[in-house]
């Protein structure tokens, strides 16, 4: 079976017997262990148990059984979603040992449908970075080129779909952290609307941002991971109680007198020339296809990176207060005289890389007496502005349109400034923020030194309209071939 078969197309061949699931699970493994030596996109793979489980599968389907939507196909997960196999380690030294106790929701339902999951990708330390540089097990390579990030936190993820090491993979996003490594990779990502997935099982970094969402090589795949992962889940008291509609259904019809909003933000003249000229010929796209282009006002863009750096690592600040060496992960060792503050210290000290400590510290700063009101209640107040800043967009347009990153992947180690690296996630963070769904698209490419580099366009709509946002990604990816494109740099490795 060709290695760009998306999901779908492998559901419909393992129905009828074209290949089996055990010939999927061993095509997937075979790549990895070609490939991964030089990206590093897995931080552990389950070959036995995914063999196993491929033999059930195959065995159920000879039987005229109906073992799942998804039986047979293989799956990545974040390094950050709980399994009751396998480590979760959230891509640091604190959890290197960790085995969880149960299965969070998210993959249990892809389980459910017969998916087999593979194994953890790597991602940056419990989801806090834009590079995946910040893994304690060592950075992910971008397939596309070697010597460049595949953006963050969910590299790993976003670098093994576009690799073919899996149709499929799971991320989290609580600023980006799907869509960015998806723009970076060439692939699809989805962040959900918050509360249309379940977090149960999500290692919380904000936990009022996160969310789990697909990522795979088009449109029509990440809409069928998202209809079997979302819904209601009592184990989750955020997570909506509402229908999960059929997202393919009509998913090639593009909705009735489409209005696409573009932000003038979203075009600045800080984006790479070549990102902005794609979003350009994205727009002339979508006008030749009969969508009305509205202009849009988002005059808050600009505070939503401040907003989230308040936010976010204030939750982490509260989450991350767990790690102390006592309940679980990692436990320092302690010398004679030393006493449990010691164990607290030495043990947070040893397992927490240089990233969550600066967001640790960021967030009891700004939690701290004398400086609440002054950040963390003030960033609520913004939060609430660019939420009803979005509302009003939405009342004049389907959809908004504009670029997922600044600039295509960089180089490894060229972000060394932490506010440069945190200026990557500018179009993406107020997504979170509003609590609204985003998903990005290959939309072209640039040419940095004789390779060409991904880009990805962003499409955001209302919370919960997650049926729109697929329909008038289509429209793009039904009129283009960038998805179809795959690594050239993966020949050489």
């Keep these: 079976m060709d290695d760009d078969a998306t999901i779908l197309s492998l559901v419909e061949a393992l129905k009828h017997?074209?290949?089996?699931?055990?010939?999927?699970?061993?095509?997937?493994?075979e790549r990895i262990e070609q490939l991964d030596e030089k990206l590093h996109c897995f931080h552990e793979t389950y070959p036995q148990r995914a063999l196993e489980a491929a033999e059930s599968i195959d065995g159920a389907l000879e039987a005229g059984d109906e073992p799942g939507p998804l039986a047979g196909v293989p799956i990545a997960l974040k390094d950050n979603i709980v399994t009751s196999f396998g480590h979760t380690t959230c891509s640091s030294r604190i959890l290197e040992d960790f085995n969880g106790p149960y299965t969070s929701t998210a993959a249990q339902r892809l389980i459910d449908a017969g998916a087999i999951v593979i194994g953890k990708t790597n991602c940056d330390e419990f989801a806090m970075g834009s590079s995946t540089e910040h893994c304690a097990f060592g950075e992910v390579c971008n397939p596309w080129d070697l010597t460049r990030v595949p953006g963050g936190s969910s590299g790993g993820s976003a670098a093994a779909v576009a690799a073919r090491m899996c149709p499929g993979a799971l991320g989290s996003d609580t600023g980006g952290s799907i869509r960015q490594p998806a723009s970076l990779c060439g692939v699809v990502?989805?962040?959900?609307?918050?509360?249309?997935v379940s977090r149960f099982g999500l290692v919380a970094f904000g936990s009022s941002l996160d969310q789990i969402g697909p990522l795979a090589r088009c449109v029509k795949d990440a809409a069928w991971l998202l209809r079997i992962i979302a819904g209601p889940d009592r184990r989750d008291s955020t997570c909506a109680d509402l229908a999960v509609p059929d997202y393919l259904n009509g998913i090639d019809q593009p909705p009735q007198n489409l209005r696409i909003g573009v932000p003038k933000q979203y075009l600045s003249d800080k984006n790479e020339p070549a990102v902005n000229e794609a979003v350009y010929s994205a727009i002339e796209l979508y006008r030749d296809l009969g969508a009305e282009i509205v202009d849009i006002?988002?005059?808050?863009?600009?505070?939503?990176?401040?907003?989230?750096?308040v936010i976010a690592p204030a939750e982490a600040s509260s989450n991350l207060a767990r790690y102390d060496g006592i309940r679980y992960g990692r436990?320092?060792?302690?010398?004679?005289?030393?006493?449990?503050?010691?164990?607290?210290?030495?043990?947070?000290?040893?397992?927490?890389?240089?990233?969550v400590k600066r967001r640790i510290m960021l967030g009891t700063y700004v939690l701290s007496a004398g400086y609440y009101d002054a950040y963390y209640k003030r960033a609520l107040q913004v939060r609430r502005l660019i939420k009803q800043e979005f509302d009003a967009a939405f009342e004049k347009c389907h959809a908004l349109l504009g670029p997922t990153s600044p600039?295509?992947?960089?180089?490894?180690?060229?972000?060394?400034?932490?506010?440069?690296?945190?200026?990557?996630?500018?179009?993406?963070?107020?997504?979170?923020?509003?609590?609204?769904?985003?998903?990005?698209?290959?939309?072209?490419?640039?040419e940095v030194n004789g390779k060409l580099l991904p880009?990805?366009?962003?499409?955001?709509?209302?919370?919960?309209?997650?049926?729109?946002m697929f329909r008038v990604a289509r429209m793009f990816e039904a009129s283009t071939d960038f998805h179809t494109k795959r690594p050239p740099e993966l020949a050489t490795v």
């Design 17 to 29: 017997r074209e290949i089996s699931a055990v010939q999927l699970v061993q095509n997937c493994f």
């Design 189 to 196: 990502g989805v962040k959900p609307s918050y509360g249309r």
């Design 297 to 309: 006002d988002l005059p808050l863009t600009d505070y939503g990176i401040a907003t989230y750096y």
């Design 331 to 355: 436990r320092a060792h302690l010398e004679p005289g030393e006493d449990l503050y010691d164990l607290y210290a030495k043990s947070r000290a040893e397992g927490f890389g240089p990233e």
């Design 407 to 446: 600039t295509p992947a960089f180089e490894i180690g060229a972000k060394a400034d932490p506010l440069s690296m945190y200026l990557c996630d500018v179009y993406t963070a107020n997504t979170n923020i509003a609590g609204i769904c985003g998903i990005s698209i290959p939309a072209g490419f640039a």
């Design 455 to 468: 880009i990805g366009l962003q499409i955001q709509c209302k919370a919960f309209d997650e049926a729109t």
